[in-house]
């Protein structure tokens, strides 16, 4: 993906999060990853959002929904309100429930195009250490969180700033490996960790999609 188009993309994920009723709140937008870096060709675009929690579930218009589309969890991990004006929107998860993440990625990114979209409860920075400690447990490298990354977006604003120096390749970061490093890991820790996210990250194909609760 050409990075302007890369960049265009991030653009229309920031307008459509502040201007259309979303399936659960966003409270944050980041990007990471290759745009962050200024590379062109984006090999891929990797975007992360951070969802609120739907706090006060409508039992009356999941057990509605359930009934009329099959699907559980509307009005709890879901937006009822979103999910009766966008049903063709609505994704599920292996056991039938609403899937925030499936939703949003359904909402904002075409499945055709190169771009990967992590949804979680946390901030960003908070889960970039989240995600170092499991993959580290669990010897899973490639689910490491690549931790060079720009808000974009927090707390109902835009970050205009942060969008430019994107678009002019201000930003400077050092290499995954160097970051890794700097999180913690040694030297050869970091390296293999390194060469892992960006084996898993090339083996990816079109729009990618995870979900992740903190």
């Not at 609505?90 to 609403?98: F, I, M």
């Not at 920075?125 to 490298?141: I, P, S």
């Not at 999180?183 to 083996?203: F, N, Q, W």
Request: with cysteine; glycine share 8%; proline share 4%.
């Amino acid at each position: 993906m050409e990075r302007a188009s890369a960049l265009d993309r991030v653009e229309a994920v920031l307008d459509a999060v502040e201007s259309e009723s979303m399936p659960v709140p966003v409270r944050e937008v980041w990007v990471y990853g290759d745009v962050a870096l200024g590379l062109d060709p984006v090999e891929r675009l990797d975007i992360y959002l951070t969802k609120d929690l739907i706090l006060r579930g409508d039992a009356d218009a999941a057990a509605e929904f359930e009934a009329t589309h099959g699907v559980k969890g509307v009005g709890r991990s879901v937006s009822a309100e979103w999910a009766e004006a966008n049903p063709e929107l609505l994704r599920t998860n292996a056991s039938g429930h609403a899937a925030p993440e499936k939703c949003l990625a359904a909402q904002l990114v075409p499945d055709d195009e190169p771009i990967h979209l992590e949804v979680c409860n946390a901030s960003f920075e908070d889960n970039v250490q989240q995600r170092l400690k499991g993959a580290l447990a669990r010897d899973a490298y490639e689910q490491i969180l690549d931790p060079r990354g720009v808000c974009l977006y927090a707390e109902g604003q835009r970050s205009e700033s942060a969008l430019e120096k994107l678009r002019g390749g201000e930003l400077v970061f050092p290499t995954l490996e160097e970051s890794l490093s700097m999180l913690g890991l040694d030297e050869g820790t970091a390296g293999e960790a390194a060469d892992a996210v960006k084996d898993y990250r090339a083996s990816q194909t079109g729009r990618t999609v995870r979900g992740d609760v903190v």
